[in-house]
């Protein structure tokens, strides 16, 4: 249902995406791959036809792993704001982000993969992006947080660009 995820996933694939927002009930679970199998079965079973659908959690090492698929929940509760003086409270500001995009048809289920090591910045930088890209500065990036990048820069090294072209891969595609 989120609609800068269908454009991320749009630019990264290169193609267009029917977009049906469902009210699917999101198993509370650290697993991304629990919750994209169930909510991807969950999604079929209410469309009738092959569905796409990803989710993204933010893993601050911290916290040992801690908020991961749940990060969502945590950014309702306290802004990348909070996320920063959270990670940064605990002396370890690295975090893993990772997504996980799956396909099913219903018979077949097909998973794809994707993480991009860094660290949560002290306060949140830039304006670009969605939920916690103004705290998260990528490894392999330059400095700025996905929030500072444009969508082109940030598509070009995300953890859902990794797991789309993982998922392409997959397919065969």
Avoid at 140 to 150: L, Q, S, V
């Amino acid at each position: 249902s989120n609609e800068g995820k269908r454009r991320e996933a749009e630019a990264v694939l290169g193609l267009t995406l029917l977009h049906r927002p469902l009210d699917l009930t999101e198993p509370q679970s650290l697993d991304l791959h629990e919750v994209v199998r169930s909510k991807a079965a969950a999604g079929f079973k209410i469309i009738g036809s092959p569905v796409l659908v990803e989710d993204t959690g933010l893993e601050l090492l911290g916290l040992g792993g801690f908020p991961g698929a749940l990060i969502r929940w945590l950014l309702a509760c306290v802004g990348a704001e909070g996320i920063c003086r959270i990670a940064n409270a605990f002396g370890d500001s690295r975090a893993v982000a990772r997504c996980v995009a799956c396909a099913t048809d219903g018979s077949q289920t097909v998973i794809g993969e994707g993480v991009v090591l860094g660290t949560i910045v002290a306060e949140p930088r830039g304006t670009g992006g969605f939920g916690w890209d103004s705290a998260f500065v990528p490894d392999d990036g330059d400095g700025r947080t996905f929030g500072e990048m444009d969508d082109e820069e940030k598509n070009a090294i995300s953890h859902r660009q990794k797991a789309f072209i993982a998922l392409k891969d997959a397919l065969g595609c």
